[in-house]
Each structure stands twice: as structure tokens, then as C-alpha cells.
């Protein structure tokens, strides 16, 4: 990725929930890879996995933070747990 639309992506989704002061760690992240994905041409970015660990973020709220972020942006995930960690591959529908 362009690194100037990497960090105005990362500027935007930072801001925005930085204002509000709730969510998780990694929502940032997230949603980052999911709006990547999302505005990108299918024939360029076919998915985005983000890999992330337990910090104290629950695995239930993770899971259900990826579900909500799967809706907004009309994704597909494939959601695994791992012993301390969690990975979330983003893909079009």
C-alpha cells in the first residue's frame, strides 16, 4: 500500500475513535484492513488478514467487533483463536 494512504487511513480511523474514547485495541487495525480491501479494485487486493494478541481485550468482543466490521464494509472473515492471539482474514463476498 501507498504509504501516504496508509498513514491518511490510519489518521482517519485513529481520530475518529480517539474522539469517542471506547473500543478495542486492535479495532483501529481492523478496520484499516477492512476498508483497504474494501476500496480496492478486486483484480489488486483480494483479502487482508490482520493478526493480533491478547492484550486485555476479551475474545468475545473481538469476535463480535469483526462480525460488526464484516457488515459495515459487506466482507466475508474467517475468524481463528490461538492460544494468547487471533488472526482475521478479510474477504469480498
Given at each position: 500500500?501507498?504509504?501516504?494512504?496508509?498513514?491518511?487511513?490510519?489518521?482517519?480511523?485513529?481520530?475518529?475513535f480517539?474522539?469517542?474514547?471506547?473500543?478495542?485495541?486492535?479495532?483501529?487495525q481492523?478496520?484499516?484492513?477492512?476498508?483497504?480491501?474494501?476500496?480496492?479494485?478486486?483484480?489488486?487486493?483480494?483479502?487482508?488478514?490482520?493478526?493480533?494478541?491478547?492484550?486485555?481485550?476479551?475474545?468475545?468482543?473481538?469476535?463480535?467487533?469483526?462480525?460488526?466490521?464484516?457488515?459495515?464494509?459487506?466482507l466475508?472473515t474467517?475468524?481463528?483463536?490461538?492460544?494468547?492471539?487471533?488472526?482475521?482474514?478479510?474477504?469480498?463476498?
Open positions: 500500500m501507498n504509504p501516504l494512504v496508509a498513514r491518511q487511513t490510519e489518521e482517519s480511523v485513529e481520530s475518529r480517539a474522539a469517542e474514547g471506547i473500543g478495542l485495541g486492535c479495532e483501529a481492523l478496520r484499516a484492513a477492512a476498508a483497504t480491501l474494501r476500496g480496492a479494485s478486486p483484480s489488486v487486493i483480494t483479502a487482508a488478514t490482520v493478526v493480533g494478541i491478547f492484550g486485555q481485550d476479551d475474545a468475545a468482543a473481538i469476535e463480535t467487533l469483526v462480525a460488526d466490521i464484516a457488515d459495515e464494509f459487506q466475508m474467517e475468524f481463528r483463536l490461538h492460544l494468547g492471539s487471533f488472526s482475521v482474514r478479510f474477504s469480498r463476498r
